[in-house]
């Protein structure tokens, strides 16, 4: 059973920087696309970045792009996230989530085509 764990969260000061991390345990994560998603308080949960399995396809939520960075090491079995000049717009919850349903080639933002999600992890960026 694969189970993912996001660490990471935290307080951080308006231009800052964080890097996220998903680990996986259970199950290898080479054959399997991973997102972040986030979700802030009375709003819907959005994707804002996703990786395919091989690594080589990425997207980002157009808000993010250029100041977040998806990266994946699969001999730690973790995905990544960094995530530099922060905003408070970027406070959230952001979860990881996985899966094998997609060609490994090929990555996805769409939540319904993910089994697999973590718990999430709090960033709130605030001075």
């Not at 231009?15 to 991390?21: N, P, V």
């Not at 899966?99 to 999430?120: E, Q």
């Amino acid at each position: 059973q694969l189970q993912l764990v996001e660490s990471g969260g935290g307080l951080v000061q308006p231009g800052g920087s964080r890097r996220l991390s998903c680990a996986a345990s259970g199950v290898t994560l080479d054959y399997y696309a991973i997102g972040w998603f986030r979700q802030a308080p009375g709003k819907e949960r959005e994707g804002v970045s996703c990786i395919s399995g091989s690594g080589g396809s990425t997207n980002y939520l157009d808000s993010v792009k250029g100041r977040f960075t998806i990266s994946r090491d699969h001999a730690k079995n973790t995905v990544y996230l960094q995530m530099n000049s922060l905003n408070p717009e970027d406070t959230a919850v952001y979860y990881c989530a996985a899966t094998s349903r997609i060609p490994v080639t090929r990555s996805s933002c769409l939540p319904r085509v993910y089994d697999y999600w973590g718990r999430g992890t709090q960033v709130t960026v605030s001075s």
